[in-house]
């Protein structure tokens, strides 16, 4: 086999369209279960979080701030 047909399904750094693909996916993935974690973390134990003094948005307020951090991943 030539050097050029081994490298003929690589891109760039090495590493196949598939593996990139899956590697993408699954970090994806993580970065949901992460978020969803995260709110149910922030839902679920509320004696221990200080009362809100400011705005009236109640809960939707927290997921208006923290639905950004979906778009860094």
Known sequence: MTEGASEQ????????????AWLAWSLATLSLIMFVANVALYILPPSAQPPITWGTGGLSIVFVFMLPFLAFP
Do not use: D, Q
């Not at 399904?9 to 990139?20: F, K, V, Y």
């Open 9 to 20: 399904g690589r891109g760039i750094g090495g590493i196949s369209a598939r593996t990139a």
